[in-house]
């Protein structure tokens, strides 16, 4: 059964950059979209980005013009590039992917961005 392992979170202050990485441990079938959440605390888990396997992205308005999501088949990778990070960027950053039987998840990458 494939896992999902998210990267790259940490400490930043505003105005910076971070670039989160998930990867998946197998090939997994069937897959539809690749996805980013969020959740803080307190808070419902809300979309940040998805993008389909034609290329197609969608972005929470939040974030619309600053974070970038791209995939790697090949490497079963997906990214979100995150620029211009403000304070209420803060939060846990998860992988999603949804195949035709099932979604994945991944554990979770904490963001926090000082002010």
């Known amino acids: 059964q494939a896992q999902l392992a998210e990267s790259g979170g940490g400490l930043v202050q505003a105005g910076g950059t971070l670039r989160l990485t998930c990867t998946s441990s197998?090939?997994?079938?069937?897959?539809?979209?690749m996805g980013w959440y969020r959740q803080a605390p307190g808070k419902q888990r809300e979309l940040v980005a998805l993008i389909t396997n034609s290329g197609s992205t969608n972005y929470a308005d939040s974030v619309q013009g600053r974070f970038t999501i791209s995939r790697d088949n090949a490497k079963n990778t997906v990214y979100l590039q995150m620029n211009s990070l403000k304070p209420e960027d803060t939060s846990v950053y998860f992988c999603?992917?949804?195949?035709?039987?099932?979604?994945?998840w991944g554990q979770g990458t904490q963001v926090t961005v000082s002010s």
């Open positions: 197998t090939s997994i079938f069937g897959i539809r979209n």
């Open positions: 999603n992917v949804k195949s035709l039987v099932r979604d994945y």
